[in-house]
């Protein structure tokens, strides 16, 4: 069986390492460390059909993830078209840093989704992301070439004086979005 050592990743990290290495018969043990990270590697493989075997050796946690004879495939897929739309630069109401870490990881971990958004809507002070400076770029451009479409608000844009520094995706205009967010099967705010 093969091992993984996913101790003292940061979160995202284990699910994706685990993600990427499961598959076929084999079973895979995965050692991880105490708290967020076994528990969401226990929910990511227990909801994908894996029976999970947890065993605590000190600091250390043991999963031994094998098939269970369910399926063990992505979630079902999510009818198209869907959009993400994103009004902060910051994820949540919590401290500030924590909410741009937060944003930060998510945009990243869009990356390793099977289920990518058909857009990505950035308004208010979220157009800050798609900016000269943003920790997102390279991921936003990324996203831009799996297809998803990348749109900042054009007036959010003039009103915090960067729209000549807009470095992912496109601008739009409030009627577009409107009509996008009204015609989409899915929307989610951030």
């Not at 003039?158 to 015609?183: I, Y």
Request: glycine share 10%; net charge negative.
């Amino acid at each position: 069986m093969k091992q993984l050592d996913c101790r003292n990743m940061a979160c995202p990290a284990p699910v994706i390492s685990v993600r990427n290495a499961l598959g076929g018969d084999a079973g895979l043990v995965v050692l991880l460390d105490n708290g967020a990270p076994r528990e969401n590697v226990a929910r990511f493989a227990r909801n994908r059909g894996y029976t999970v075997i947890e065993r605590r050796d000190g600091e250390t946690w043991e999963l031994t993830i094998t098939p269970s004879g369910k399926s063990t495939g992505a979630p079902a897929e999510v009818s198209r078209p869907r959009s993400l739309l994103i009004t902060s630069d910051r994820l949540g109401d919590g401290p500030e840093e924590l909410g741009r870490l937060l944003m930060k990881n998510m945009i990243h971990t869009l990356l390793e989704t099977e289920h990518l958004p058909t857009r990505m809507l950035f308004l208010n002070s979220g157009v800050r992301l798609t900016t000269e400076g943003s920790d997102v770029i390279e991921a936003l451009n990324k996203l831009a070439g799996m297809g998803v479409e990348i749109y900042s608000c054009g007036l959010c844009l003039d009103f915090f004086g960067c729209k000549d520094r807009l470095k992912a995706g496109g601008t739009t205009n409030m009627l577009t979005t409107v009509e996008t967010l009204l015609g989409d099967e899915l929307v989610i705010k951030l």
